[in-house]
């Protein structure tokens, strides 16, 4: 009898059986999307409307508004990658090492923006779309460790065996993380340091601050959207050989039209 | 608000390329991302759909 067969005992972990996370998810999902939408609204309007022009930057600074939101996701995104992975390989807990490869297309997606908004912020006010210091190097090593993941774990047909190799990158990986939020401390980068921090009060107006906030706000809801979007296929297609997915398929062909 | 015109806006203080090069290229690739998102599904479900059928066929044809 596998997990997913015994009865729900505590409330929390019944959530952790595919059939019971599936439906879940797609319930979910539209909520958190228009919670991105609203926010991204509320944000946006917040960026351009509301937030003065930067004394020294002008209106180029603009572009923090997606640039800070889009790094720390990038980031974060991995390290729950890596929480998730690390879950699955102690628990042995399927669902953990499809969440983690679920996410990892957003957090690439994020990571590479990070990187482009980062570039054409640098040309107007480095004079360089980009420079090798440790900031930016680091951040670039995170999306080929984003696109070695996602590559690795769709090249291994066996599911198993690409769970593991993709939570040992995801686990060895993560010690980047740490490296790129400090290394702008550690290092004599060209990159700004952090212009918020838990430890002292924010280096910008706090209309800035708000609008970069809810922009953070939004990629979160965003991501927690679209990621529960993509793992509801990765489950049917990982429990295809269950009754319950066969009760979904009918239902949604049907709907689909016949199943073309 | 700091725009006086909607060209002002636009102009973005002589920043619009960067300005809207990052904007831009986001929300495309957000959008992108989106429809790959619900495409990947209603191919997976028609994928599926369709190995079941073929599954319970092959059964049905053994068994008789």
């Given at each position: 009898?596998?997990?997913?067969?015994?009865?729900p005992r505590a409330s929390l972990f019944r959530?952790a059986?595919?059939?019971?996370?599936?439906?879940?998810?797609?319930?979910?999902?539209?909520?958190?999307?228009?919670?991105?939408?609203?926010?991204?609204?509320?944000?946006?309007?917040?960026?351009?409307?509301?937030?003065?022009?930067?004394?020294?930057?002008?209106?180029?600074?603009?572009?923090?508004?997606?640039?800070?939101?889009?790094?720390?996701?990038?980031?974060?995104?991995?390290?729950?990658?890596?929480?998730?992975?690390?879950?699955?390989?102690?628990?042995?807990?399927?669902?953990?090492?499809?969440?983690?490869?679920?996410?990892?297309?957003?957090?690439?997606?994020?990571?590479?923006?990070?990187?482009?908004?980062?570039?054409?912020?640098?040309?107007?006010?480095?004079?360089?779309?980009?420079?090798?210091?440790?900031?930016?190097?680091?951040?670039?090593?995170?999306?080929?460790?984003?696109?070695?993941?996602?590559?690795?774990?769709?090249?291994?047909?066996?599911?198993?065996?690409?769970?593991?190799?993709?939570?040992?990158?995801?686990?060895?990986?993560?010690?980047?993380?740490?490296?790129?939020?400090?290394?702008?401390?550690?290092?004599?980068?060209?990159?700004?340091?952090?212009?918020?921090?838990?430890?002292?009060?924010?280096?910008?107006?706090?209309?800035?601050?708000?609008?970069?906030?809810?922009?953070?706000?939004?990629?979160?809801?965003?991501?927690?959207?679209?990621?529960?979007?993509?793992?509801?296929?990765?489950?049917?297609?990982?429990?295809?050989?269950?009754?319950?997915?066969?009760?979904?398929?009918?239902?949604?062909?049907?709907?689909?039209?016949?199943?073309? | 608000?700091?725009?006086?015109?909607?060209?002002?806006?636009?102009?973005?203080?002589?920043?619009?390329?960067?300005?809207?090069?990052?904007?831009?290229?986001?929300?495309?690739?957000?959008?992108?991302?989106?429809?790959?998102?619900?495409?990947?599904?209603?191919?997976?479900?028609?994928?599926?759909?369709?190995?079941?059928?073929?599954?319970?066929?092959?059964?049905?044809?053994?068994?008789?």
């Open positions: 009898m596998t997990a997913a067969e015994r009865a959530f059986a595919p059939q019971t996370f599936y439906p879940l998810a797609g319930r979910l999902a539209p909520w958190f999307a228009a919670a991105a939408l609203v926010l991204t609204l509320a944000g946006m309007w917040l960026g351009f409307f509301v937030a003065p022009t930067d004394a020294t930057q002008g209106e180029v600074y603009r572009v923090i508004f997606i640039h800070v939101p889009a790094a720390w996701m990038s980031m974060f995104i991995y390290l729950v990658m890596a929480f998730w992975s690390a879950v699955g390989l102690v628990m042995n807990t399927r669902l953990s090492f499809v969440m983690s490869q679920a996410l990892a297309p957003t957090g690439a997606m994020f990571c590479f923006v990070a990187l482009w908004t980062g570039a054409l912020w640098g040309r107007p006010t480095w004079g360089a779309y980009w420079v090798w210091d440790a900031r930016l190097t680091s951040q670039l090593l995170l999306l080929f460790l984003y696109l070695g993941f996602i590559a690795l774990t769709r090249a291994i047909e066996d599911p198993r065996r690409a769970d593991r190799a993709g939570a040992m990158i995801a686990l060895v990986g993560a010690v980047n993380v740490p490296i790129i939020y400090f290394s702008v401390k550690w290092w004599n980068t060209l990159h700004q340091g952090a212009s918020v921090s838990l430890t002292k009060a924010p280096s910008m107006a706090s209309t800035m601050l708000a609008g970069m906030l809810v922009m953070a706000f939004a990629a979160w809801a965003y991501t927690l959207a679209v990621t529960l979007w993509r793992v509801r296929p990765m489950i049917l297609e990982r429990e295809r050989h269950t009754e319950w997915v066969g009760a979904v398929l009918e239902a949604e062909g049907a709907r689909a039209g016949g199943g073309r | 608000m700091q725009w006086d015109s909607l060209s002002a806006f636009w102009d973005m203080g002589g920043a619009a390329a960067f300005v809207w090069g990052s904007y831009g290229v986001t929300f495309a690739l957000v959008a992108l991302e989106f429809f790959l998102v619900r495409r990947r599904r209603l191919d997976t479900v028609r994928r599926l759909l369709r190995w079941r059928r073929a599954v319970g066929k092959e059964k049905k044809e053994r068994a008789a």
